[in-house]
């Protein structure tokens, strides 16, 4: 039982294009939402996070996006890069818990 | 100045043999977790502890053994070494009162 559902699996954006990464839940007791970014060979790393008191989060060219009726939240990056080629996981985390619950992963290619 | 070390970073052992994973993180975090990632990049938690104490044991099976020595280190013993054990695992930290995870650089086990 998949309790983060995401999509798409892979996705392929021009450079300065806008890529999208979506993501649903089931679990209404999760209250952080944090995405993770994965390079090659190295752990995953926190890259934005929102807690579902707020529809929107941004920092520079990250945006979250939330929500909480529909339990959906998703990730826009803008003006993307080649460097932002990576692996993006959504992640939920309970109230009160330390777990976190990934998402399946986004294989991110931007081409030039 | 390494966050959440792990050691070994490769480790390739035949079937039926006992391996450790060593993990060490230097941020005073007083939380430390096992994931596992699978050959399809799924992130799955194994364990947690707080303070040297379990506190999350998922559906593993008992040949993979957790021990925290103290609050910085987290090592993960396993025995007979199956072929589906074959994946990347990662050691993380994190305060119990914050949210964020940091994530070590990975383990590569493969067994043959």
């Known amino acids: 039982q998949q309790q983060v559902k995401q999509s798409p699996q892979s996705l392929i954006v021009q450079k300065g294009g806008i890529s999208i990464i979506n993501c649903a839940y089931e679990?209404?007791?999760?209250?952080?939402f944090p995405w993770y970014q994965q390079f090659p060979g190295k752990g995953p790393a926190l890259l934005i996070a929102?807690?579902?008191?707020?529809s929107e989060k941004k920092e520079g060219r990250f945006t979250i996006s939330f929500n909480k009726s529909a339990k959906q939240f998703s990730l826009h990056i803008m003006d993307s890069q080649p460097g932002d080629s990576a692996t993006y996981f959504c992640a939920a985390r309970k109230g009160g818990g330390n777990k976190l619950t990934f998402g399946t992963g986004t294989q991110l290619k931007v081409e030039l | 100045d390494t966050a959440v070390s792990q050691t070994p970073k490769y480790l390739v052992t035949q079937m039926g043999n006992d391996k450790s994973i060593k993990c060490e993180q230097n941020?005073?975090?007083?939380?430390m977790y096992w994931y596992k990632q699978d050959s399809k990049k799924f992130l799955k938690i194994m364990f947690s502890y707080n303070n040297k104490e379990l506190i999350i044991n998922e559906t593993v099976p008992n040949r993979f053994s957790p021990k925290s020595p103290d609050k910085a280190h987290l090592n993960l013993h396993i025995n007979s070494l199956e072929l589906g054990d074959s994946a990347v695992y990662f050691c993380?930290?994190?305060?119990?009162?914050?949210?964020?995870?940091?994530f070590g650089q990975g383990t590569r086990l493969t067994v043959v």
């Open positions: 993380a930290s994190s305060q119990a009162s914050t949210t964020e995870a940091f």
């Open positions: 929102i807690r579902p008191d707020v």
């Open positions: 941020l005073g975090h007083d939380t």
């Open positions: 679990n209404t007791a999760f209250d952080y």
